[in-house]
């Protein structure tokens, strides 16, 4: 019975329902635990991986230098060194994590750490140039090592250092002790020694300073291996191998562990200590649980560092496997960690002494511990583990000890402090705010459990006491001899289903979005694959007329003709394709081969070329570090017979190459530097595969606004050739860009041979073959480093920025001085054009520029190129370089036209067209539902009961008619009033008629007494049609 099945189905609906809700209330924390272990477990394309790789959050780094006061009074046991505290200097670090590879094998994931420190004046209580005075470090460091050493080469070095090292302090400016670093005879008279001689000498880098080469390095902080926690998410961000090694290199019998600093084991337990590995000390370091407060508030639990966790291993046996030779004299508070500082007698502790033995402040003067300013504070939410804030505060100390024939054999026995710096990380507002929606969403989830709870016991018992209720007190009224025929065939609403317009709707909205996206089977494949355009590639070389004339003093600028162009059609193709699903990507290589155009080109590649000696140049900058290179060099110079330039033919300079002597030597000397046998502008780019890299790039798939976006060049998604941001590897390769572009925002290309990504600025709204499309062009944003924009300012190398114009590609070109710019200097400072003569920039043949149709984001028109230039400056000790001037010398420039057909054009602009009806058919849609909705009913309502009594009533007299006319209904209301299975000798309808009143006129027609209080027609088996 239908009415018994509705019962049973609403009961078992509300049992359902009830425990469902009944065990979320009891579970809920359990639940929001695995919800919360879901979302944080490290996986790659995630949020949280993406959130991991480049945190969002920066870290203000103030550091604090201690100048030393009496220095002079060393040799004097019975006077303490005198310091005073110069600081804070305020950097902004920005963390990055590079060449990410997951490990599914044992959820880990690798990766290195690059950090770049920004100083902040504005913030900073000191100036880098103030005057910091120390301790000789180098001599302590090396008189540690000498110690091991035999006695003949113990007297040696004693020897050397008494004319190298005598000075017992150092006196640089704050900057060199902190990040720019310094060099001393020291380091240089170590770098000469062998180091299988004496390997202890080996100083790993060319300067010295306590932060040195931190700032943008990826080496210092060295290879981590972290837990995924995949596996098992107690592990989550814990360490599991540093420089591919479970142990430290000073403390083998200590195995790795603690967290890196983004996630904690959680939900975090009172009571119980965390602990962190800190590369900077080499070693893991415990915080212990303080208590609980507010933090804008949130719950959270505070964490401070104690004296116990700066103990060593005599005074807190966890940290014994620590201890080194000397752990029993050093007292608790310091902890060694001179392996990390190459074997200087170097010991961290908290700033100023605080919590440790009170000796250490008293055998020097201007310590003034603070519990405020010097205790290590973390604070973290307790149910993810997140990052509130962070006061981590360390301080470096060096011991000096009286040694015999050492420059300190007087002083008395002490530690000296260094530098402290204090991290400050603070959460930003936007993740804070998601922190603040767990205890809310935690209590709706309650709330909607009650509620869900509630109602399920309503549906199991309340609503079928309802219905059997409501059936008693209904009455049966018969309705014979009513002939009805069932129907086999469901009625389906085909104005709806089948509506053309819905279909089209739905290809717009959903299927061209997957024929956009890039696959082995899509549209676009094979255009992709090989350009069904024809690609003219130009080639501009600059004539260098008057190179006899390159010397400080003549008075002539140098001169330039341009020739060409030389023209090139281009075959491209992409080869070696794999497609990865698992992050919507493919790789490939790009293959192109060139064939020169003769009929098209300007020249011949016959002509004769005189260009700049970039390789004699670049050869007398390496060598010019050392008088034995400079010799080199110049004996090589003459024995070649090398110039200040070379002349070639123009097929030589451009993909054929030409032989050069340096080249040949460099490869019998250094292989791995000279990874090609010729030079040339574009040697050996015709028909290689490996020119332009190891692509990858996104199809779209997953998110259409990601098509064409490189994702990794090399396998990498930093190339490392620039810092921070510069370096990304980002853009499109100029096939595919996003959809439904802005004329706000600039759009990217990536160039591979410049390691960076350049930006296009909208520039203007224009037509091709009648299709609108913006138009994004270089500006001088493409070519700034830090002169207009400041995000551009990390594109300057080696803090070396010349006037903006021009891009230092040294990096990505074998550290060669090569710089590129828009086509005779368009866009640049004045002083390269007035430096030279024959170089005339117009914006008409000069511009770069993509134009591009914003829907669909794919190019119509595009134009323009780059041009090479060597920036020549004098090379002291080098003869023929010494009095050569600064010149940026033009070397030569290429572009690619490619505009598409009408034909092509016709088809781009149906996707105007198709966006345009999508929108118009929407809008229809959207209001002719609306009226279907609200306004026809309540039209046909309002007129039926405005009308007569009479008029309503027949309004209801084909249910009379149903009831004495034998004749066989239609299909469709045989459908609506189906005959009952049961009883087919007597078939009858039962249709409820419900909450319909005695004032409506009905009765006088149906015959129904006034004493009933509804008028009902029902049967006891029959469907509950119902007419209001």
């Not at 640089?172 to 380091?187: E, K, Q, V, Y």
């Not at 880098?205 to 080469?213: F, V």
């Amino acid at each position: 019975m239908i009415g018994k099945q509705r019962i049973w189905r609403t009961s078992a609906v509300g049992l359902v329902l009830s425990t469902f809700s009944l065990f979320s209330i009891v579970y809920m924390d359990q639940i929001e635990r695995w919800m919360i272990e879901w979302l944080m477990v490290l996986r790659p394309g995630t949020l949280i991986s993406t959130l991991w790789e480049s945190p969002s959050m920066d870290i203000n780094v103030d550091l604090y230098i201690f100048n030393w006061t009496n220095s002079e009074s060393i040799g004097d046991p019975t006077v303490k060194p005198r310091f005073e505290e110069l600081g804070p200097y305020r950097f902004t670090e920005r963390m990055q994590k590079v060449n990410v590879e997951w490990h599914d094998e044992n959820s880990t994931v690798s990766y290195k750490r690059r950090s770049r420190f920004d100083f902040d004046q504005n913030l900073s209580a000191g100036l880098p140039s103030d005057p910091i005075v120390a301790p000789n470090l180098l001599i302590v460091g090396l008189y540690q090592k000498m110690m091991l050493w035999s006695p003949m080469l113990r007297s040696l070095m004693m020897i050397a250092l008494n004319i190298y090292g005598k000075d017992q302090t150092m006196v640089r400016p704050a900057s060199d002790w902190m990040f720019d670093g310094f060099d001393t005879p020291l380091i240089k008279m170590s770098k000469m020694m062998p180091p299988k001689l004496v390997p202890e000498m080996k100083f790993p880098y060319e300067k010295i300073g306590y932060a040195y080469p931190r700032n943008g390095s990826m080496e210092i902080y060295g290879h981590h291996n972290v837990y995924t926690g995949r596996d098992k998410f107690e592990k989550l961000g814990q360490i599991a191998q540093w420089r591919y090694n479970n142990v430290t290199e000073a403390s083998p019998r200590c195995k790795l562990k603690g967290s890196t600093g983004e996630f904690h084991p959680i939900p975090l337990v009172k009571g119980r200590p965390i602990s962190y590995f800190l590369p900077d000390l080499c070693r893991e370091l415990q915080v212990d649980y303080y208590g609980t407060t507010l933090f804008e508030g949130v719950e959270a639990f505070v964490y401070k560092g104690s004296a116990r966790n700066m103990a060593n291993g005599t005074d807190n046996p966890d940290n014994s496997c620590y201890c080194q030779e000397n752990c029993q004299e050093v007292r608790s508070g310091l902890l060694n960690i001179s392996s990390c500082w190459y074997g200087a007698p170097v010991f961290a502790s908290y700033p100023h002494f605080y919590q440790a033995d009170p000796y250490y402040a008293d055998q020097v003067e201007g310590m003034k511990p603070d519990k405020d300013r010097h205790a290590m504070v973390i604070m973290l939410e307790p149910k993810t583990g997140m990052v509130l804030e962070i006061k981590a505060r360390i301080m470096a100390n060096l011991l000096v000890e009286p040694k015999t024939h050492l420059i300190y054999r007087n002083a008395r026995k002490t530690f000296f402090p260094l530098i402290w710096a204090d991290y400050n990380v603070r959460i930003t507002d936007d993740l804070l705010g998601y922190v603040k929606l767990i205890p809310i969403l935690e209590l709706v989830g309650k709330i909607c459990g009650v509620l869900g709870a509630s109602l399920g016991v309503l549906m199991v018992f309340w609503y079928p006491h309802q219905m059997i209720w409501q059936k008693t007190l209904m009455q049966k009224i018969e309705i014979n001899a009513l002939e009805t025929t069932r129907t086999s065939d469901p009625i389906k609403n085909n104005s709806v289903e089948d509506s053309p317009l819905l279909i089209g709707l739905q290809y717009t909205v959903a299927g061209n979005s997957n024929e956009m996206a890039l696959s082995p089977t899509s549209r676009s494949f094979e255009g992709w694959k090989v350009s069904p355009l024809p690609l003219n590639f130009d080639v501009y070389l600059f004539n260098w007329t008057n190179p006899q004339d390159f010397f400080v003093g003549s008075g002539k600028k140098p001169r330039f003709e341009q020739l060409g162009p030389y023209r090139f059609r281009e075959q491209p193709d992409k080869v070696d394709i794999e497609w990865h699903n698992q992050n919507a990507s493919v790789s490939f290589h790009k293959k192109s081969w060139f064939y020169f155009d003769a009929a098209g080109s300007n020249g011949s590649l016959s002509d004769m070329v005189t260009q700049v000696n970039s390789v004699a140049h670049a050869a007398a900058r390496r060598g010019a570090d050392s008088w034995l290179g400079r010799l080199a060099v110049n004996v090589a110079n003459r024995a070649y017979g090398q110039d200040v330039s070379v002349t070639k033919t123009a097929d030589e300079m451009l993909f054929k190459g030409y032989d050069h002597q340096f080249i040949k030597v460099g490869k019998l000397l250094r292989p791995q530097d000279v990874p090609y046998a010729r030079v040339g502008f574009q040697y050996p780019r015709n028909g290689s595969a490996t020119f332009d890299g190891d692509i990858n790039m996104f199809t779209g798939s997953d998110d259409i606004a990601k098509m064409g976006q490189i994702h990794t060049w090399n396998n990498l998604t930093h190339t490392g050739a620039f810092e921070g941001t510069c370096g990304q590897v980002r853009g499109s390769m100029g096939e595919f860009f996003p959809p439904n572009l802005s004329t706000n925002a600039s759009v990217y290309m990536y160039m591979p041979k410049m390691c960076r990504a350049i930006p296009l600025d909208y520039t203007e709204t224009v037509t091709v073959h009648g299709v609108t499309a913006y138009k994004f062009s270089g500006t001088q944003h493409a070519v700034d480093n830090g002169t207009l924009y400041p995000e551009t300012s990390c594109y300057c190398v080696g803090g070396k920025c010349l006037p903006i114009g021009v891009i230092n590609i040294g990096p990505c070109a074998f550290n060669a001085s090569v710089y590129m710019s828009f086509p005779h200097f368009y866009m640049a400072d004045a002083s390269y054009l007035e430096a030279i003569e024959g170089l005339q920039p117009e914006r008409e043949k000069h511009e770069f520029f993509m134009t591009l149709e914003p829907n669909a984001g794919v190019p119509m028109d595009v134009g323009g190129g780059f041009q090479a230039n060597y920036y020549m400056e004098p090379i002291e000790g080098i003869d023929l370089y010494k009095n050569v001037p600064r010149v940026m010398i033009p070397m030569m420039w290429c572009e690619e036209r490619v505009r598409v057909t009408e034909e092509i054009a016709a088809d781009i602009a149906l996707v105007s067209l198709i966006v345009l009806l999508g929108q118009i058919a929407t809008g229809i849609l959207l209001a002719g539902g609306l009226i279907c909705t609200c306004w026809y009913p309540t039209r046909k309502v309002t007129h039926f009961c405005q009308s007569d009594p009479k008029a309503k009533a027949s309004a209801f007299s084909p249910l009379a008619a149903f009831g004495v006319n034998s004749a066989a209904p239609s299909a469709p209301t045989a459908q609506i009033f189906r005959n009952n299975t049961s009883s087919p000798g007597n078939d009858r309808v039962g249709v409820r008629l419900l909450d319909y009143n005695r004032d409506s006129g009905l009765k006088a027609e149906s015959g129904t007494t006034e004493n009933s209080a509804r008028e009902l027609l029902i049967a006891e088996d029959s469907p509950d049609v119902i007419i209001r």
